[in-house]
């Protein structure tokens, strides 16, 4: 048996996830986990999934075969490793140009991966100004220093205007839950 990660890109319509799931039993495929969702007006996802090693140009073609996918790929990834241990990161603050990089590339300096990445902008309530949000599981190793990343955070936040939070379980988050979009 054989892992692999199917990356989409489709025309968001009804039944896609439906039909892309019924490829992948019809394949003799075992869908593992996936994370998909609806960006601008398409559809974007990965699914890890479990099949024969013979079965994985099949899969393939199958999957490239469905109406309205424009964009496919199916790697043959390693099972997975022990993730260890993670941090929540959030952030928030007026939108504008450079949060991503400049976050993501404090993290990347300290040898740091994001495992999970949720973006999203929505009109401020008071005075109706795009902010800008953000929601991040970030891994970390034994060795991370978290003050030190906390510290390198704080840099980034002072120069973009942002709020920007680690919540690794031993100091209580300020924002509690994560807003919900809408």
Aim: proline share 4%; charged share 25%.
């Amino acid at each position: 048996m054989r892992t692999v990660v199917i990356s989409l890109i489709a025309a968001d319509r009804p039944g896609l996830v439906a039909d892309l799931a019924r490829t992948v039993a019809e394949q003799g495929g075992n869908w593992l986990e996936s994370q998909m969702g609806r960006l601008g007006a398409s559809f974007a996802g990965a699914a890890l999934v479990e099949i024969d090693h013979e079965r994985v140009e099949s899969l393939t073609a199958a999957v490239r075969s469905l109406p309205d996918v424009g964009v496919v790929d199916v790697s043959v990834t390693s099972a997975g490793d022990d993730p260890g241990q993670s941090v929540d990161l959030q952030v928030v603050g007026q939108d504008q140009p450079g949060i991503v990089r400049d976050v993501t590339t404090a993290l990347a300096a300290r040898g740091l991966s994001i495992r999970e990445l949720h973006t999203w902008t929505s009109d401020a309530p008071m005075s109706g100004e795009r902010l800008f949000e953000a929601v991040a599981v970030v891994g970390v190793g034994p060795d991370v220093d978290l003050a030190a990343l906390r510290s390198t955070l704080d840099e980034v936040s002072a120069q973009l205007s942002l709020d920007v939070r680690i919540d690794d379980g031993l100091e209580p988050s300020a924002w509690g839950a994560v807003p919900e979009r809408g």
